[in-house]
């Protein structure tokens, strides 16, 4: 079955760090695969997404992500954090195969972001 | 602009009191989706629409049930809620041949 793995649940990070979160999928076709972040007491939305073409895609706000496909890996990462990018942030995957409209989401990781 | 809009955003219901949360959407999206998000936990899918094509999930307990009248709307009905059922209501819309999803700003259930 697919499934997609969050590695860290609660990250913290002091202003100005930089940001790494993992997130790993099992399928072994072809993927889109996307980074949805909710921001407190706000909906989910799109931070980026990964369809084809250049494996490194930009997001909003100065995120990025880069699809490696030899390690099912879609990254997500940022150079220098802010205290407002506090949130959860949720990977996720959709097998692109046939008509599947469905996506497989990560636990998510919380990201605590002190000033 | 508020393009996929869920009413109410605070819904307070009793123990086995029937209860409807209804999504709208602006985009003409073909495909709906209800989910249920609980604190610190990801969205679980609850069913879906392609059209009017409803597709539930295997694990969705009975006493969901969803309609969909039109394109733009939507409705989840919890026939009998009970106090395992308090969580965050998404819906999310997405256009034909493409899986992004856009998400409203969701529908917080309490259940006393």
């Given at each position: 079955a697919q499934s997609v793995s969050q590695h860290n649940h609660h990250v913290i990070l002091s202003e100005a760090a930089s940001l790494e979160l993992g997130c790993n999928y099992s399928y072994g076709g072809t993927v889109n695969l996307f980074w949805y972040v909710q921001y407190p007491g706000q909906h989910l939305q799109l931070l980026l997404k990964y369809?084809?073409?250049?494996p490194l895609v930009k997001g909003i706000k100065g995120f990025e992500a880069e699809f490696i496909k030899s390690k099912f890996s879609f990254n997500l990462r940022k150079p220098s954090v802010q205290w407002s990018d506090t949130a959860e942030y949720f990977c996720a995957v959709n097998a692109?195969?046939?008509?599947n409209r469905k996506l497989i989401w990560g636990l998510g990781t919380s990201l605590a972001v002190n000033p | 602009d508020a393009m996929v809009i869920q009413n109410p955003r605070y819904q307070v219901t009793q123990f086995g009191k029937p209860v409807t949360l209804s999504c709208s959407q602006?985009?003409?999206?073909?495909v709906m989706y209800w989910y249920q998000q609980k604190s610190s936990q990801a969205p679980k899918l609850l069913f879906h629409y392609y059209d009017k094509d409803f597709n539930n999930e295997?694990?969705?307990?009975?006493n969901f049930q969803s309609r969909r009248p039109n394109t733009s709307f939507c409705f989840l009905d919890i026939r009998s809620p009970g106090l395992g059922d308090a969580a965050m209501y998404l819906c999310a819309t997405s256009p034909p041949g493409k899986n992004i999803q856009y998400f409203g700003a969701g529908t917080r259930l309490s259940v006393l």
């Open positions: 369809f084809s073409g250049d692109r195969a046939g008509n | 602006t985009l003409n999206h073909n295997a694990d969705t307990p009975d």
